[in-house]
T-cell receptor, first 113, second 115 residues
Framework: GENVEQHPSTLSVQEGDSAVIKCTYSDSASNYFPWYKQELGKRPQLIIDIRSNVGEKKDQRIAVTLNKTAKHFSLHITETQPEDSAVYFCAATLIQGAQKLVFGQGTRLTINP | KAGVTQTPRYLIKTRGQQVTLSCSPISGHRSVSWYQQTPGQGLQFLFEYFSETQRNKGNFPGRFSGRQFSNSRSEMNVSTLELGDSALYLC??????????????FGPGTRLTVT
């Protein structure tokens, strides 16, 4: 199938705490896994990505981990701030058949001050 | 560099009509992809163009079509509009030949409402 499952659909954390969003994918040939942040009324923006030859990538407060065997990847945000509130989408490039970027359903993250 | 631009930003059409949306990618980007975003279905891939050729296509009916010009600008067309076509249509450009296998820069979208 062509599935990317994302959990949870909503997440509420206290400012300063960490947030974790998880995704699973179906195509074992997938090789590119980006994460996008979409604020209300704005366009999606790439915040971090990882390729299948890497297990972990970090950029300041944001990190992504990839487990190819289990076909899942996760976004970790540490020391959360109010401006982190947004909808986050994971995605995977599916290779079987036509190459396409398939998105998860999104996680609405709310940071409580 | 200027970002990805899309025109028009808002559009209202009636069932049965057709519509053409336009996307100008970031200068130098040759890959342009189109996505449909709805509250129920999320972000869904429509198709990707690279060097004026449709390279990949999602699971949408033939009423959805597109093209790309020599300057990399792209248009998508939806014919015989249905109520379910109401959505935000996003285009994204990519700086390298990997297209959907690399970073995508999104435009602001065109909000299409079908009545």
């Amino acid at each position: 199938g062509e599935n990317v499952e994302q959990h949870p659909s909503t997440l509420s954390v206290q400012e300063g705490d960490s947030a974790v969003i998880k995704c699973t994918y179906s195509d074992s040939a997938s090789n590119y896994f980006p994460w996008y942040k979409q604020e209300l009324g704005k366009r999606p923006q790439l915040i971090i990505d990882i390729r299948s030859n890497v297990g972990e990538k970090k950029d300041q407060r944001i990190a992504v981990t990839l487990n190819k065997t289990a076909k899942h990847f996760s976004l970790h945000i540490t020391e959360t701030q109010p401006e982190d509130s947004a909808v986050y989408f994971c995605a995977a490039t599916l290779i079987q058949g036509a190459q396409k970027l398939v998105f998860g359903q999104g996680t609405r993250l709310t940071i409580n001050p | 560099k200027a970002g990805v631009t899309q025109t028009p930003r808002y559009l209202i059409k009636t069932r049965g009509q057709q519509v053409t949306l336009s996307c100008s990618p970031i200068s130098g980007h040759r890959s342009v992809s189109w996505y449909q975003q709805t509250p129920g279905q999320g972000l869904q891939f429509l198709f990707e163009y690279f060097s004026e050729t449709q390279r990949n296509k999602g699971n949408f009916p033939g009423r959805f079509s597109g093209r790309q010009f020599s300057n990399s600008r792209s248009e998508m067309n939806v014919s015989t509009l249905e109520l379910g076509d109401s959505a935000l249509y996003l285009c994204a450009s990519s700086p390298n030949s990997r297209g959907t296998g690399s970073e995508q820069y999104f435009g602001p979208g065109t909000r299409l409402t079908v009545t």
